[in-house]
């Protein structure tokens, strides 16, 4: 394949109407912080942890997923909404929103500013579809950097950043990186020029080196779910004085309309509009992504992935993770598909087995593999 070929793929993959999801049939088996989250549920030592790659559910071994061949590729028509980025091999693909028809839009062993040897992880498609950002990491000299292009795969620009990972502003113009963990964080605009530099200050306690998050107007960042850094120049502060005393975090649903006060056992879900409670959610403790519509989040805990429907607080669990042979139990989620129908959940099969992309129903059926190999990816919003 040319890169004429890849080119005109994404062209076509970047104005064509999406196709509906095929009605899944229903599973034989239904099992019952921050977005994109991974959990691993039980005792780990470090050398386990770090070979163990997301051991997952059931249905898993008995699909038995191999990876798929994917280069060279054919180059049937792609679909624009929902089509999935993902990493595998340190590579960047995209492909439809069931991982057929990939292509490579970024080969790492071709990387002029890594001499030739780099990884690229954690695609990120922008709010409104227009660009994907990703992560790359540079062994043989420590460089790390986010690396946005087109959805063609065209490199628009590359942003510095220390920690892990980034975060897009909802009207997808800005990201936010590390500046310096855990002291300052940046905001660069799609064109690659710095727009704020924001010291966080001694007050702000930061626990872990999590991408820095955005408040839905786009006029702060919320740091830990706690604390809220506005972009004017303003002091950093916690979100909620006085509820933060009884409050883990706070979280946001995608559309800015509902926020959820996450307590230590058991979550608020209030409408942002007036304040009024929707709903309280027991016995879960984390809201790890949003449905784009804001009616429905996922949770991982107790070794399950659920989803919660928000306007009645009801809890449905879509499948468990598996135990492996080192006591592992892991289970990760993505994200929403554009229509907020399915979910696409990370899953693997024991100690140096096979690892996949899945997704489901929200209502528990139609599990089914859409990458093999790799839990790293995101499914286009538009």
């Not at 709010?127 to 628009?156: E, K, M, W, Y």
Request: proline content about 6%.
């Amino acid at each position: 394949m040319t890169d004429q070929d890849v080119r005109d793929f994404l062209e076509r993959m970047a104005v064509e109407e999406p196709a509906p999801f095929l009605d899944p049939a229903p599973l034989t088996r239904r099992a019952r912080r921050r977005a994109a989250r991974t959990v691993v549920f039980g005792a780990l030592g470090a050398a386990a942890a770090i070979a163990a790659l997301f051991v997952g559910v059931s249905e898993l071994r008995e699909a038995s997923p191999t990876v798929p061949a994917i280069d060279p590729t054919p180059t049937p028509a792609a679909v624009a909404s929902g089509a999935i980025a993902y990493s595998l091999d340190g590579d960047i693909y995209v492909a439809d929103p069931e991982g057929s028809n990939a292509v490579r839009i970024a080969d790492s062993t071709t990387d002029a500013r890594c001499e030739g040897i780099s990884e690229y992880s954690m695609p990120s498609w922008s709010p409104d579809g227009t660009h994907l950002a990703f992560q790359r990491d540079c062994p043989t000299s420590d460089q790390t950097d986010v690396v946005i292009t087109d959805p063609q795969g065209n490199i628009v620009t590359e942003v510095p950043r220390d920690g892990w990972g980034f975060s897009w502003s909802p009207d997808s113009t800005r990201i936010a990186v590390w500046e310096t963990w855990p002291e300052t964080v940046d905001v660069y605009g799609v064109d690659g020029e710095r727009e704020e530099s924001l010291a966080l200050g001694p007050d702000v306690k930061v626990h872990n080196d999590a991408s820095p998050m955005w408040m839905p107007d786009g006029s702060a960042l919320l740091m830990d779910g706690v604390y809220e850094i506005p972009l004017d120049g303003g002091s950093p502060h916690e979100w909620g004085v006085g509820l933060l005393r009884r409050l883990e975090q706070v979280t946001y649903s995608a559309d800015g309309t509902r926020v959820a006060l996450i307590k230590r056992n058991s979550i608020d879900i209030l409408d942002v509009a007036d304040g009024t409670s929707v709903s309280t959610v027991a016995g879960l403790t984390d809201v790890d992504v949003w449905s784009p519509d804001g009616d429905r989040f996922a949770s991982l805990a107790h070794g399950e992935l659920n989803v919660v429907d928000v306007a009645s607080g009801t809890v449905t669990v879509l499948t468990e993770a598996r135990t492996a042979l080192n006591g592992a139990k892991i289970l990760g989620v993505r994200g929403f598909s554009p229509r907020g129908d399915r979910i696409l959940y990370e899953a693997g099969d024991g100690v140096g087995g096979a690892t996949a992309l899945w997704s489901i129903g929200v209502h528990g059926s139609g599990a089914r593999i859409v990458v093999a190999g790799t839990t790293q990816g995101d499914w286009r919003s538009r």
